[in-house]
């Protein structure tokens, strides 16, 4: 896993159930592709890092970071991410514009990672997260 992620906010999104549906919709042979006006100066480093996902004002699902491509119709960079989307332990996020860098370990850890605990509801995980309790 790479040292480097990126942290996006999923603009509409009031849930990862519907991030997820989103990315699925628009994902081809299991690649996902969201745009961005400019390229990371780091980019290499986010090659096999992830990019996490912000939904009301918490960092709530991941992806992995497959490459970046630039559009050649526009000025614009393609990433292309992993359509399998993972829920990770939420924490609080401000929202910002663009993307901002993130380092693996200041990344919240994947849901999955937490026993039990993902076989709870998100909004009962949400809670006692912001209560330090997970």
């Excluded at 939904?55 to 393609?78: P, Y």
Aim: glycine share 6%; hydrophobic share 40%; proline share 5%.
């Amino acid at each position: 896993m790479a040292e480097l992620n990126l942290t996006k906010v999923a603009v509409g999104c009031p849930s990862l159930e519907i991030l997820a549906q989103r990315i699925a919709a628009r994902s081809k042979n299991e690649v996902a592709e969201v745009t961005t006006r400019y390229r990371p100066t780091r980019h290499e480093e986010l090659i096999g890092g992830s990019l996490y996902w912000i939904i009301k004002h918490k960092l709530a699902a991941r992806q992995t970071i497959l490459g970046f491509e630039e559009m050649e119709s526009e000025k614009r960079w393609i990433i292309r991410l992993d359509s399998h989307v993972v829920a990770v332990q939420p924490r609080p996020r401000r929202a910002h514009q663009g993307w901002r860098y993130l380092k693996t370990s200041d990344a919240p850890s994947d849901l999955g990672a937490l026993g039990d605990a993902d076989e709870l509801p998100p909004e009962m995980l949400g809670e006692l997260s912001s209560l330090a309790l997970l």
